[in-house]
Protein backbone atom coordinates (compact mmCIF):
# COMPACT_ATOMS: atom_id res chain seq x y z
CA UNK A 1 0.00 0.00 0.00
CA UNK A 2 1.24 3.35 -0.99
CA UNK A 3 0.18 4.97 2.77
CA UNK A 4 2.77 2.10 4.09
CA UNK A 5 5.65 3.22 2.38
CA UNK A 6 7.95 5.63 3.72
CA UNK A 7 6.61 9.31 2.68
CA UNK A 8 9.81 11.08 0.81
CA UNK A 9 9.58 14.80 1.16
CA UNK A 10 9.07 17.15 -1.91
CA UNK A 11 12.58 18.36 -2.86
CA UNK A 12 14.43 15.03 -2.45
CA UNK A 13 14.85 15.06 -6.07
CA UNK A 14 17.16 18.25 -5.58
CA UNK A 15 18.90 16.80 -2.27
CA UNK A 16 19.51 13.38 -4.19
CA UNK A 17 20.89 15.55 -7.40
CA UNK A 18 23.04 17.74 -4.98
CA UNK A 19 24.58 14.64 -3.16
CA UNK A 20 25.64 13.10 -6.64
CA UNK A 21 27.07 16.20 -7.91
CA UNK A 22 24.36 16.69 -10.37
CA UNK A 23 23.76 20.28 -8.79
CA UNK A 24 26.02 22.01 -6.95
CA UNK A 25 25.45 22.99 -3.40
CA UNK A 26 26.76 26.62 -1.93
CA UNK A 27 30.19 26.58 -1.15
CA UNK A 28 29.28 30.17 0.50
CA UNK A 29 27.28 31.63 3.00
CA UNK A 30 23.60 32.50 1.00
CA UNK A 31 22.56 36.17 1.45
CA UNK A 32 18.80 36.82 0.70
CA UNK A 33 17.66 39.65 -1.36
CA UNK A 34 15.33 42.62 0.21
CA UNK A 35 11.85 42.67 -1.70
CA UNK A 36 9.74 45.62 -1.24
CA UNK A 37 5.79 44.82 -0.81
CA UNK A 38 5.50 45.82 -4.68
CA UNK A 39 8.35 43.24 -5.49
CA UNK A 40 6.67 40.43 -3.28
CA UNK A 41 3.10 40.93 -4.60
CA UNK A 42 4.23 40.68 -8.08
CA UNK A 43 6.53 37.93 -7.56
CA UNK A 44 3.56 35.93 -5.40
CA UNK A 45 0.86 36.18 -8.50
CA UNK A 46 3.70 35.02 -10.83
CA UNK A 47 3.76 32.11 -8.81
CA UNK A 48 6.30 32.08 -6.12
CA UNK A 49 5.75 30.51 -3.11
CA UNK A 50 5.85 32.79 0.27
CA UNK A 51 7.09 30.97 3.56
CA UNK A 52 6.23 32.89 6.20
CA UNK A 53 8.17 32.05 9.02
CA UNK A 54 7.61 34.23 11.89
CA UNK A 55 6.06 32.18 15.23
CA UNK A 56 2.51 31.25 15.30
CA UNK A 57 1.07 34.23 17.22
CA UNK A 58 2.81 36.21 14.26
CA UNK A 59 1.43 34.58 11.75
CA UNK A 60 -2.42 34.44 13.20
CA UNK A 61 -2.22 38.15 13.84
CA UNK A 62 -1.70 38.92 10.19
CA UNK A 63 -0.31 37.28 7.34
CA UNK A 64 0.33 37.73 3.42
CA UNK A 65 -2.62 35.74 1.85
CA UNK A 66 -1.36 32.36 0.61
CA UNK A 67 1.63 31.86 2.62
CA UNK A 68 2.42 28.99 4.26
CA UNK A 69 3.81 29.06 8.26
CA UNK A 70 6.80 27.15 8.55
CA UNK A 71 8.22 28.74 11.79
CA UNK A 72 11.97 29.53 11.62
CA UNK A 73 12.24 28.55 15.55
CA UNK A 74 11.58 24.55 14.59
CA UNK A 75 14.87 22.45 14.32
CA UNK A 76 13.27 20.91 11.94
CA UNK A 77 12.59 24.45 10.00
CA UNK A 78 14.26 23.64 6.97
CA UNK A 79 12.97 20.11 6.00
CA UNK A 80 9.15 21.24 6.91
CA UNK A 81 9.61 23.61 4.55
CA UNK A 82 11.13 20.93 2.21
CA UNK A 83 7.72 19.19 3.10
CA UNK A 84 5.59 21.85 2.07
CA UNK A 85 7.16 23.53 -1.00
CA UNK A 86 7.87 21.73 -3.97
CA UNK A 87 11.09 20.77 -5.53
CA UNK A 88 12.18 23.99 -8.02
CA UNK A 89 10.26 26.34 -7.25
CA UNK A 90 10.73 30.20 -6.17
CA UNK A 91 10.26 31.17 -2.68
CA UNK A 92 10.02 34.38 -0.58
CA UNK A 93 10.79 34.62 2.49
CA UNK A 94 8.88 36.79 5.37
CA UNK A 95 10.19 37.13 8.65
CA UNK A 96 10.62 39.25 11.76
CA UNK A 97 13.66 41.00 10.64
CA UNK A 98 16.67 41.50 8.32
CA UNK A 99 19.03 38.72 9.93
CA UNK A 100 16.13 35.80 10.52
CA UNK A 101 15.68 36.06 6.70
CA UNK A 102 19.10 35.41 6.47
CA UNK A 103 18.86 32.95 9.34
CA UNK A 104 16.35 31.18 7.63
CA UNK A 105 18.29 31.33 3.69
CA UNK A 106 21.76 29.70 5.95
CA UNK A 107 19.22 27.39 7.32
CA UNK A 108 17.71 26.08 3.91
CA UNK A 109 21.34 25.84 2.22
CA UNK A 110 21.58 22.54 4.31
CA UNK A 111 18.55 20.50 2.44
CA UNK A 112 19.81 22.93 -1.10
CA UNK A 113 16.59 24.67 -0.73
CA UNK A 114 18.28 28.27 -0.66
CA UNK A 115 18.97 28.59 -4.39
CA UNK A 116 15.29 28.69 -4.56
CA UNK A 117 14.86 31.94 -2.22
CA UNK A 118 14.17 34.71 -4.59
CA UNK A 119 14.49 37.25 -2.04
CA UNK A 120 12.79 38.28 1.41
CA UNK A 121 10.35 41.68 2.38
CA UNK A 122 11.90 43.74 3.55
CA UNK A 123 10.71 45.40 6.92
CA UNK A 124 8.43 42.82 7.30
CA UNK A 125 4.55 43.12 7.49
CA UNK A 126 4.44 46.27 9.37
CA UNK A 127 5.97 47.00 5.40
CA UNK A 128 3.38 45.04 3.83
CA UNK A 129 1.03 46.95 6.18
CA UNK A 130 2.28 50.10 5.00
CA UNK A 131 2.10 49.86 1.56
CA UNK A 132 -2.18 49.78 2.29
CA UNK A 133 -1.76 45.63 1.16
CA UNK A 134 -4.11 43.33 3.11
CA UNK A 135 -3.85 40.18 5.75
CA UNK A 136 -5.06 37.50 6.30
CA UNK A 137 -5.88 36.17 10.82
CA UNK A 138 -6.21 32.81 11.70
CA UNK A 139 -7.69 32.93 15.42
CA UNK A 140 -6.91 30.94 18.24
CA UNK A 141 -8.72 29.06 20.54
CA UNK A 142 -7.43 27.50 24.33
CA UNK A 143 -8.20 23.73 25.47
CA UNK A 144 -10.80 25.14 27.38
CA UNK A 145 -13.04 26.59 25.03
CA UNK A 146 -12.49 23.62 22.77
CA UNK A 147 -13.66 21.54 25.32
CA UNK A 148 -16.63 23.52 25.84
CA UNK A 149 -17.54 23.85 22.20
CA UNK A 150 -17.62 20.33 21.33
CA UNK A 151 -19.65 19.94 24.27
CA UNK A 152 -22.29 22.69 22.86
CA UNK A 153 -21.55 23.26 19.33
CA UNK A 154 -20.40 20.19 17.39
CA UNK A 155 -17.14 22.20 16.26
CA UNK A 156 -14.93 19.65 14.35
CA UNK A 157 -11.45 18.34 15.39
CA UNK A 158 -8.55 17.92 13.22
CA UNK A 159 -4.67 16.70 14.32
CA UNK A 160 -2.45 16.82 12.18
CA UNK A 161 0.76 15.06 14.03
CA UNK A 162 1.92 11.81 12.85
CA UNK A 163 0.26 8.27 13.34
CA UNK A 164 2.19 7.16 16.22
CA UNK A 165 1.77 10.70 18.08
CA UNK A 166 -2.18 10.04 17.40
CA UNK A 167 -1.97 6.65 18.35
CA UNK A 168 -0.57 7.37 21.99
CA UNK A 169 -3.47 9.73 22.77
CA UNK A 170 -5.99 11.79 20.79
CA UNK A 171 -9.63 14.14 20.99
CA UNK A 172 -12.25 11.41 20.58
CA UNK A 173 -13.85 11.85 16.95
CA UNK A 174 -11.04 14.00 16.11
CA UNK A 175 -10.19 13.43 12.14
CA UNK A 176 -6.52 12.27 11.69
CA UNK A 177 -3.87 13.47 8.80
CA UNK A 178 -0.72 14.24 8.88
CA UNK A 179 0.25 17.57 7.66
CA UNK A 180 2.64 16.23 5.19
CA UNK A 181 0.10 14.78 3.63
CA UNK A 182 -2.15 17.78 2.57
CA UNK A 183 0.16 18.50 0.05
CA UNK A 184 2.00 16.43 -2.51
CA UNK A 185 5.24 14.40 -1.74
CA UNK A 186 7.68 13.28 -4.26
CA UNK A 187 5.77 9.40 -4.17
CA UNK A 188 2.50 10.25 -2.23
CA UNK A 189 -0.24 12.78 -4.18
CA UNK A 190 -2.07 14.97 -1.99
CA UNK A 191 -4.52 13.85 0.78
CA UNK A 192 -6.35 16.99 1.19
CA UNK A 193 -9.29 16.23 -0.81
CA UNK A 194 -9.80 12.40 1.01
CA UNK A 195 -10.12 14.96 4.07
CA UNK A 196 -14.19 14.72 5.41
CA UNK A 197 -14.57 18.19 6.38
CA UNK A 198 -16.89 20.41 4.72
CA UNK A 199 -14.70 23.51 3.92
CA UNK A 200 -17.51 25.69 5.83
CA UNK A 201 -17.19 23.53 8.73
CA UNK A 202 -15.83 24.96 11.92
CA UNK A 203 -12.98 23.05 12.21
CA UNK A 204 -9.70 23.64 15.15
CA UNK A 205 -6.75 22.48 14.23
CA UNK A 206 -3.95 20.33 16.54
CA UNK A 207 -0.52 19.22 16.73
CA UNK A 208 1.99 18.57 19.80
CA UNK A 209 2.48 22.24 20.33
CA UNK A 210 0.26 24.76 17.92
CA UNK A 211 3.57 24.93 15.27
CA UNK A 212 2.24 21.72 12.98
CA UNK A 213 -1.25 22.68 13.07
CA UNK A 214 -0.45 26.21 12.24
CA UNK A 215 1.52 25.08 8.82
CA UNK A 216 -1.66 22.67 8.61
CA UNK A 217 -4.19 25.76 8.55
CA UNK A 218 -2.01 28.20 6.04
CA UNK A 219 -2.16 25.27 3.66
CA UNK A 220 -5.91 24.57 4.50
CA UNK A 221 -6.69 28.13 3.77
CA UNK A 222 -4.96 27.92 0.18
CA UNK A 223 -7.26 24.97 0.09
CA UNK A 224 -10.93 26.69 0.50
CA UNK A 225 -11.01 26.23 4.06
CA UNK A 226 -12.86 29.11 5.65
CA UNK A 227 -13.61 28.75 9.56
CA UNK A 228 -10.49 27.27 11.25
CA UNK A 229 -8.86 27.67 14.25
CA UNK A 230 -5.50 26.94 15.88
CA UNK A 231 -5.21 24.88 19.05
CA UNK A 232 -2.81 27.17 21.32
CA UNK A 233 -0.41 24.51 23.15
CA UNK A 234 -2.14 21.57 20.92
CA UNK A 235 -2.15 18.19 22.44
CA UNK A 236 0.52 18.63 24.93
CA UNK A 237 -1.88 21.54 26.35
CA UNK A 238 -5.06 19.44 26.41
CA UNK A 239 -3.13 16.55 28.35
CA UNK A 240 -1.77 19.31 30.65
CA UNK A 241 -5.14 20.42 31.23
CA UNK A 242 -6.41 16.64 32.21
CA UNK A 243 -9.15 16.12 29.27
CA UNK A 244 -9.83 12.58 28.61
CA UNK A 245 -7.85 11.25 25.24
CA UNK A 246 -8.29 8.01 22.98
CA UNK A 247 -5.66 6.06 21.46
CA UNK A 248 -4.85 4.16 18.49
CA UNK A 249 -8.12 1.84 18.95
CA UNK A 250 -10.40 4.40 20.41
CA UNK A 251 -10.17 3.36 23.81
CA UNK A 252 -9.92 5.63 26.87
CA UNK A 253 -5.92 6.07 27.54
CA UNK A 254 -6.12 8.97 29.66
CA UNK A 255 -9.29 10.30 32.17
CA UNK A 256 -9.34 14.10 33.21
Known amino acids: MQEEQPLKPANIL ?10 PSTDTTPRATPLSPAEVKERSAAGHHIVDARSTADFSAGHIAGAVNVQLSSSEFEQRVGWMI ?30 FVSGYLEGGMDAWMEAGEAVRTVPQ ?5 LKHKLATNGLQVLDVRESDECDEGHIAGAHLMPYTHLVPQITFPAQIDKLALDKESSIAVTCATGKRSSTAI ?24 GFEMVDGAGNVCRVG
Request: net charge negative.
Open 14 to 23: NIVAINQGKR
Open 218 to 241: SIMLKNGYKHLYNVTGGMEAWENA
Open 86 to 115: PDNEPIILVTDSAANAQKAIFNMAFIGMDQ
Open 141 to 145: IDVHT
